[in-house]
């Protein structure tokens, strides 16, 4: 489903959805998987700091299964069928030992780039936030010089009637984002 932009955008930014059918029965490709995560590397970053750090599970292995054991059971019931689970995390101190204070900004830039280049290569990618973040730190191991920021699921779309309730519901919205008018403060062209 495209969204209704006000004027016309990208395709892939245009059609980019965040759902929650992945198709279990459909793996990723390593080269596939190297090009979504080489994308995240190359994105922007403050003072070129790139704090983000990617803990990537295949569904199956033990990173998946410990990944997904730090979801909320609402995100568990559908990122089980993902074909890949990454949990992002970042260092919170720059080179120089000051702190840093922007690597959630940071972090987005690379899920974003990674969510764009998934998406060229019809991959699905859906965000989460819904996580238990210490539970996340336990189970991957992840170190305490880091911080869990977001986990991703990426995969193959399946069919939206294969979920049910809420989830379906969800699958079946339609796509909407506030008006430029509200979210553009000042300076917006007429």
């Given at each position: ?31 596939d ?15 070129n ?12 292995d ?9 979801l909320?059971?609402f ?39 990674l ?12 965000q989460?936030?819904?996580?238990d ?14 911080v ?11 069919l ?18 506030l ?12």
């Amino acid at each position: 489903m495209r969204a209704q932009t006000s004027t016309p955008v990208n395709e892939i930014i245009a059609t980019r959805r965040s759902p929650r059918s992945f198709n279990a029965d459909v793996t990723i490709s390593d080269s596939d998987l190297i090009a979504i995560l080489e994308a995240a590397r190359w994105a922007p970053s403050a003072f070129n700091g790139q704090p983000w750090r990617y803990f990537v599970g295949k569904r199956g292995d033990e990173v998946f299964g410990q990944i997904l054991s730090s979801l909320g059971e609402f995100n568990q019931m559908w990122a089980k069928n993902a074909s890949v689970l990454i949990l992002v995390a970042s260092t919170t101190v720059k080179g120089d030992g000051s702190v840093h204070t922007d690597y959630q900004y940071d972090c987005g830039l690379s899920v974003a780039q990674l969510t764009i280049e998934a998406h060229d290569r019809n991959l699905i990618v859906h965000q989460m936030t819904g996580f238990d973040k210490a539970k996340a730190q336990s189970a991957v191991a992840i170190g305490d010089e880091l911080v869990p920021v977001v986990v991703v699921a990426v995969g193959t779309q399946d069919l939206p009637e294969k979920l049910a309730g809420p989830l379906l519901e969800r699958e079946l919205a339609p796509r909407e984002r506030l008006p430029l008018s509200t979210i553009v403060v000042k300076g917006l062209p007429a």
